[in-house]
């Protein structure tokens, strides 16, 4: 007989029949935890997000460089939504100058620095919606600190009454849990918590 | 424009209104799990229809009806009487006791027997609910065969058309999801599919009162 060991259970829904209602009443802070995607499946998640609305979004990468997101962006477009970037990725690599639609920065070492990028740069882009890909590098769910659960409750809630407003309505932390299962999920000042599931490996037999 | 290639699942995680799904639970559900324990799932079965008194008929494929009895000593399940069809002490020939909750047969070893045993099941106990314990001695998703999926999608079909009245509206088909990734999700036949995953109770951090905006006795608290 198994030890009686106190531990949570999380539920998680599948919702695929679900999938409108989901996306048209995802609002607030949006932590969005995948199995390492890539660009093209983030591009599909926002397709479903406020689906034929025009919106712009700020979209802060530690990630993907630019110069990618545009590549991908000629494959897989991405219609009526208007999209801003802050590049973390290149700004050491090269010397790039600013466009009207992507700046170069470097990348934050600590939420703090998160918090300030973030602040900064809805100035310029006055988005609807702002994603950050990803908060990985600054936590790790499995098997997270005091300190770092102290840390990132501090900054989901900072960044909560800093950013949004009634036209600025989302933020969505992705997450990549490559690192292991969440074994601990914030569920404190996060309004919705998603996973999204990409299988790459094709069925032999499909429905 | 190019077409993507492999599938995309989304799942939201139900924490704030588990307690709420859970009580209007019906039709076909598949539940996956990571090789979770008896005592573990019984807090799941707990939030099955909590409002009401419920019959449950569990048919196992994985543990003794000797363990789980064990196990519902030390957790009980609430509003619920449970009877079992051990399909594992079956080849143990095991002494009858003189319990009438508990029916041994021999492991099903295919859908086909799977829905023959569920349906003399249904007919002795006439349960609200029915648990499967569970699918994945029965079927891979992980790399289905089309004449596997074949013969689930038959079954599932089967149970709705068969099994399915206005008492017996719910089962439960756990799924061991230990095995790798789940190449197919049955898309067809399921009502609802439901990940369970086991995790640490949420702390919050030591100093809390910061996160609040008021003076709060500092203590390292549950969330749940």
């Given at each position: 007989m198994e030890e009686l060991n106190i531990v949570q259970i999380n539920y998680w829904k599948e919702i695929r029949k679900e999938i409108s209602i989901t996306f048209e009443s995802l609002h607030g802070l949006i932590l969005l935890t995948h199995n390492s995607i890539e660009f093209s499946d983030l591009v599909d998640f926002l397709k479903n997000l406020r689906k034929n609305k025009e919106i712009t979004i700020l979209y802060i990468s530690l990630i993907n460089s630019y110069d990618h997101i545009k590549k991908t962006l000629q494959m897989f477009p991405l219609p009526s939504k208007k999209l801003f970037i802050v590049d973390c990725v290149s700004g050491f690599l090269l010397d790039h100058h600013d466009t009207a639609d992507c700046v170069y920065r470097s990348p934050p070492s600590n939420l703090e620095e998160m918090k300030h990028l973030i602040l900064d740069n809805i100035r310029w882009s006055n988005p609807n919606v702002i994603i950050v890909d990803s908060i990985s590098q600054f936590i790790n769910f499995t098997m997270p600190t005091e300190e770092e659960l102290h840390d990132f409750y501090t900054f989901l809630r900072s960044v909560k009454e800093d950013t949004l407003n009634i036209t600025r309505d989302a933020i969505i932390l992705l997450y990549d849990d490559k690192m292991g299962?969440?074994?601990?999920?914030?569920?404190?000042?996060?309004d919705t918590i998603m996973k999204l599931e990409v299988i790459k490996e094709k069925p032999e037999w499909k429905d | 424009m190019m077409e993507k290639e492999g599938e995309i699942r989304y799942w939201r995680?139900?924490?704030?209104?588990v307690d709420e799904e859970m009580k209007n639970l019906d039709g076909i559900l598949l539940v996956l799990h990571d090789s979770m324990e008896f005592t573990q799932l019984i807090d799941f079965f707990n939030k099955i229809k909590s409002n009401h008194f419920t019959n449950v008929l569990y048919v196992s494929l994985t543990r003794s009806h000797d363990y789980m009895r064990h196990a519902l000593e030390q957790k009980p399940l609430d509003q619920k009487r449970v009877f079992f069809i051990d399909c594992v002490s079956g080849f143990a020939?095991?002494?009858?006791?003189?319990?009438?909750?508990v029916l041994y047969h021999k492991p099903p070893r295919d859908l086909h027997t799977m829905k023959e045993i569920i349906h003399y099941g249904i007919e002795k106990t006439n349960p609200d609910i029915v648990i499967i314990d569970s699918l994945s001695q029965l079927i891979n998703f992980s790399k289905p065969t089309g004449e596997e999926l074949d013969e689930f999608y038959n079954f599932l079909h089967d149970l709705r058309k068969q099994e399915i009245s206005m008492v017996c509206n719910t089962f439960i088909l756990l799924f061991d999801?230990?095995?790798?990734?789940?190449a197919h999700l049955p898309?067809?036949?399921?009502?609802t599919i439901l990940k369970l995953e086991m995790s640490k109770p949420t702390k919050l951090p030591l100093e809390t009162s910061f996160l609040f905006g008021e003076k709060k006795a500092l203590s390292s608290e549950l969330l749940h």
């Open positions: 299962s969440m074994k601990t999920l914030p569920t404190l000042f996060t | 995680a139900i924490h704030n209104d020939f095991p002494v009858e006791e003189n319990i009438d909750r999801a230990k095995m790798g990734a789940l898309s067809q036949g399921i009502d």
